[in-house]
């Protein structure tokens, strides 16, 4: 269950109708517990059913560590783990062929090489454009995460970032310079896909720790065509997670 940000229509009414409960004053400050009206106080809902326990783990509040992923690393340990254990994308597949969420599609591009699905995420309610989110799927279904991308994704994600920009100003009004667009390393689901989120809206994920801006990914490739292969990446694992456990057991994850 999700507090979703709240709208400015919304705001004038929650100031009046609401009941304030006064629980500190200091000078000119003042804190309250504020019990909105019953129409004001919906919650934004998400249901897996049925879950699996990688579902269960991943919505569990657990201990963090930064893991450093070298090429060999992921050779060894993170691609086996993928193939052998990675949560479904047959929703995504859904999205591709039509079988689900068709009607909110944004904007697409068939090209089998450098087309996607632009739509939104179903962390966003679709409400206020506060917390704005949509994901692009790529097409192609060979390009498990980031460590995938040589620079001859280039066209493919230059492709993504301007068409996709160009969807989101036409049907919300918002421009490219007030979006953060980038991809997730390790995603959840092995099947490239793009975020684009507000720039003023703090979406889970997109510190520094997981996000990689989708315009660096672009320069890095055309500056150095195996960056993503080449290069260690960085990102955070919970304790318990499976990815984790075998890091662990490689010797690879710091005691701390
Ligand atoms: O990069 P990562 O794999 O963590 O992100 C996957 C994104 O896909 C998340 O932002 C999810 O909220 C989003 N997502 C996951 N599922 C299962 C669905 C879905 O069924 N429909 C839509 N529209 N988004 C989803």
Redesign the pocket.
């Known amino acids: 269950m999700e507090k979703t940000p709240i709208g400015h229509d919304s705001l004038a009414e929650m100031l009046k109708d609401s009941t304030l409960e006064l629980k500190m004053k200091n000078d000119i400050y003042s804190t309250y517990q504020l019990i909105p009206p019953a129409h004001l106080s919906d919650m934004k809902t998400t249901v897996i059913c049925p879950a699996t326990q990688k579902h269960v783990k991943k919505y569990q509040v657990q201990e963090t560590f930064l893991v450093e992923e070298t090429e060999e690393d992921y050779r060894s340990i993170t691609l086996p783990y993928i193939q052998s254990q990675s949560f479904s994308v047959q929703?995504v597949y859904n999205?591709l062929e039509k079988k689900a969420?068709a009607e909110r599609i944004i904007c697409e591009d068939p090209d089998p090489k450098t087309g996607f699905v632009l739509?939104?995420?179903?962390?966003w309610d679709m409400k206020q454009l506060d917390d704005l989110?949509l994901?692009a799927i790529v097409r192609s279904r060979d390009i498990k995460s980031l460590r995938d991308l040589r620079s001859e994704h280039v066209p493919l994600l230059e492709n993504i970032l301007r068409k996709g920009q160009e969807a989101i100003l036409k049907k919300f009004s918002v421009p490219a310079c007030k979006l953060r667009i980038y991809?997730?390393y390790q995603?959840?689901?092995y099947h490239l896909?793009v975020?684009f989120t507000s720039l003023s809206h703090d979406a889970p994920?997109c510190g520094v720790e997981r996000a990689h801006l989708l315009s660096d990914v672009i320069l890095n490739l055309k500056g150095s065509p195996m960056y993503y292969q080449k290069r260690p990446l960085f990102f955070p694992l919970q304790a318990d997670d499976n990815l984790a456990v075998k890091f662990r057991e490689a010797g690879k994850l710091p005691n701390c």
């Open positions: 929703w999205i969420e739509l939104p995420d179903f962390k989110y994901i991809l997730h995603p959840s689901y896909h975020h994920g």
